[in-house]
């Protein structure tokens, strides 16, 4: 009736660790997990496979890899029903080189993190993922996202994001989204399209329109959207940037104060 459906803002990268039979997409008929929503599984420090072993909650496991490719190849070898691809998160690049901080990252900063996109490109990422509501990622700014893009499409990769703002600057992220795609080439796409707050509902239709017009400019901009009528995320969404600034351990202990 149906080819396989493809689940394209995945977030199985740690139940597929626990149990790589998949039966709570397999049974919905998707077949291809894309993952990489602005974190991805590497590259890692020792530092971040540290505090990724440590964050674990209810699903864990061992972490013996450092790259995205190595953490797909484990899922290859361990056994998994669906498919399984990933982007390379702009945030996990950020905490690779920069860290935790609100800062601009240097240009040899910059360089650096252009490797590690380029390296992920090279083991089979599907090119950049941002999402920007959340530290760290939301400390790049729109050049920095452009260079990794930049890196990323050397290989024919393309860049997808949950944009800056889905509330009340809806389109002023719509507007930097299709400039990363004006100023790299790439093919760009935003997250699950959506103005959030009854106030901000009436920008779909001029967020739409600012889509079509990007594209009849030539910019390869698109947009996927999730089929209900309602948003889920976590509690880190409606914490101020500078709550969150320094990591996990910084933010709890703030939340302490």
Same mark, same amino acid.
Request: glycine share 10%; charged share 20%.
């Given at each position: 009736?149906? *080819?396989?459906?493809? +689940?394209?803002? !995945? ?31 590497? *590259?890692?420090? =020792? ?13 864990? $496991?061992?972490? *013996? ?5 190595? $953490? /797909? ?9 669906? +498919? ?5 998160? &702009?945030a996990t690049v950020r905490r690779h080189v920069v860290g935790y901080?609100?800062?601009? &990252? ?13 390296? &992920? ?8 993922? !941002? !999402? ?12 920095? /996202? ?12 393309? $860049?997808? !994001? ?29 997250y699950h399209m959506k103005p959030a707050g009854a106030k901000n ?10 889509l079509n017009a990007a594209r009849a400019k030539g910019i390869d901009?698109?947009? +996927?959207?999730?089929? $209900? ?10 914490? =101020? ?8 351990? &910084? ?7």
């Open positions: 009736v149906a *080819p396989g459906f493809i +689940n394209v803002l !995945s977030w199985a990268n740690e139940s597929l660790m626990h149990d790589g039979r998949s039966q709570s997409d397999i049974s919905q008929g998707v077949t291809l997990e894309v993952m990489g929503e602005g974190e991805s599984m590497g *590259p890692l420090t =020792p530092a971040m496979r540290a505090e990724m072993i440590k964050q674990q909650s209810d699903i864990t $496991y061992d972490v *013996p890899w450092t790259t995205l490719g190595e $953490y /797909l190849s484990l899922l290859e070898r361990q056994g998994v029903s669906t +498919n399984v691809a990933s982007f390379v998160g &702009a901080d609100d800062k601009r &990252a240097s240009r040899e900063q910059l360089l650096r993190m252009q490797d590690l996109v380029r390296a &992920a490109m090279r083991e089979g990422a599907l090119g950049v993922g !941002s !999402s920007l509501i959340y530290a760290p990622g939301s400390f790049a700014n729109t050049d920095e /996202l452009v260079a990794l893009t930049a890196a990323a499409h050397e290989f024919g990769g393309s $860049y997808i !994001s949950h944009i800056r703002s889905e509330a009340d600057r809806f389109l002023e992220a719509i507007d930097e989204l299709s400039e990363i795609g004006r100023r790299t080439g790439a093919p760009v796409q935003m509902w009436k920008k779909s239709k001029t967020g739409i329109a600012r901009v698109s947009a +996927n959207i999730y089929p $209900y009528t309602a948003g889920a995320t976590g509690l880190d969404a409606a914490m =101020p940037l500078w709550v969150q600034e320094g990591g996990h351990d &910084a933010w709890v202990a703030r939340l302490k104060q």
